[in-house]
């Protein structure tokens, strides 16, 4: 409940606000009944604005990659429903056509009783939900007088039109602009005590949230990239994503809390929890670069994560989205040659999808190929999370990289390059992670040159039967990992390429590399081994 008091009720979060009319008076009109109360709506949003180097003094990470709003996602149209929480009889639904986008709205006015309780739904830019006849739905269901019976409003769904697919896709010459609401409960303030000269007045500021999510992708190199001075990025793959959510925020928990105050400067608040639809699946969708530029000639990420690299935000809008089952809720992949993806990478950091989530991957492509990503998830008012990249994996004493002799036609080690033996025939290695125990591990066999994905692992299932996967995992339980490395078909007249890259899901959520090659056996500054199929 919103507490009784004449001052403002400070519920600002990470979206808009409205404004209407509805108590036909002035300002300090008398009063005609003792039982009248002006209520009083007023809606502001933060516009994030500023310059990058304005938001790149601030401590927090890629803050100043946040872009300003687009008119489709600012106010457009809003609409107000009101009804006694006890009754459950509408009171008011009034629409308003907002001639210029806005970021603030004020001015709605209603009369109302003291100490009543009141539902009131706020519906932001309703020709933007799909699939719903917002005529229908929104007026001729909601009239007031009449009695609210059911819960058709937080019931409704909308859903893309296959899973993973946007929900709205505003990357033609058509916009659509980007749907927003909320759900609020009040309680009105208690009747003052004596005689009454002009009707008092109840001042609420409320707020909405954009029901969908997006995208932008930061593109980088490391320092020491080496590699193909023409491979280009052409696609990026996220899994994960939802086909439908509810219109209503659903089960949401705001962090701080919907009806407490927020201390953040831009008003805003991150969404903690969600429920979406039972049986909702997920699936992937595949970004296309826009560009077309090298990866030998992307930025290099700075020291601090400052630069905001080579970048695209797509104006493709998703729903909610809880992810994958597991501890994999979200994964990022990339491919060099527009078909093939390398094997997928879990998005740090980022357990859920919640509406009016602005999910920034920044990509690095390093040494050979090797892949790391970080994220920011920016709610769109720009209230920034910062992410710690300083986790430590342990390497077991024994646990560097070792290959079984005369499993192997020759071994490197000095410059990490294994020379694989005739097709079908396997190598043979193990390597060991001590610590943190309980994470998960990934080992993936990128393709670096060549046919893509002819050198992968041999695996054997519960039943013994063999098959050849990409990648292995596993959890950290201080014992050692054996594995086996094959061609999957004779040499072809190029030869075949593909490094060893390990990775660690932390125990947060966070992806970091490991380098298992920590023995005095190897190059001092060697840091991935290269499996290789010679040419016929």
Known sequence: MIPKTHKWLFLLLLALLPGLTGCIMEENEPVYSDTELCLMLSVSVQDPGGSPEEKITRADDDT??????????????????IMEKDTRKILYNQYENIIQPTLSYSGMRYKVEFSTDYVIYLIGNERGFPGIDAATVFNSNLRPGSIYSDRSLEDLIISSSETGAPVIDNTGAETTIIPMCEKFEIHTIDHPHGEIQYIPTMDLDLFLTRAVSKFSFNLFKSEDYVGDNQLQIKGIRITGLGKSEYLMPNDTEYVPGKYEPTDNEYGGRLISSFSVPG????????????????????????AEGKNTGRNFSPQLYFPESIGNDGTDKFQCSITFDGINYLPAITLPNLPSLPRNSHVIVNLTVGNNGALLFNIAVLPWNTFYHEVD?????????????????????????????????????ATYGSFGISSPLGARWYAYLITTGGDMNQIQFEVTDDEGNTTTSNYITGIIDGKKTNFRVVSTSAAAAEPRTAILQVMVTMNDGLSVPVNILKSSDYGPDLENITFIQNQQ
């Open 64 to 81: 100043y990659f946040q872009l300003p709003v687009l008119n489709s996602e600012k106010l457009q149209t809003l609409r107000v429903v």
């Open 279 to 302: 049986g909702n699946p997920v699936g992937k969708y595949d970004f296309s670069v826009p560009f077309s530029v090298n990866v030998a000639d992307l930025p290099v990420r700075d």
């Open 389 to 425: 990249f300083t986790h430590n994996v342990g390497i077991a004493e024994d646990g560097a990289l070792t290959l079984e002799t005369d499993t192997y036609a020759s071994f490197d080690k000095a410059n990490g390059r294994v020379v694989l033996r005739d097709y079908p025939q």
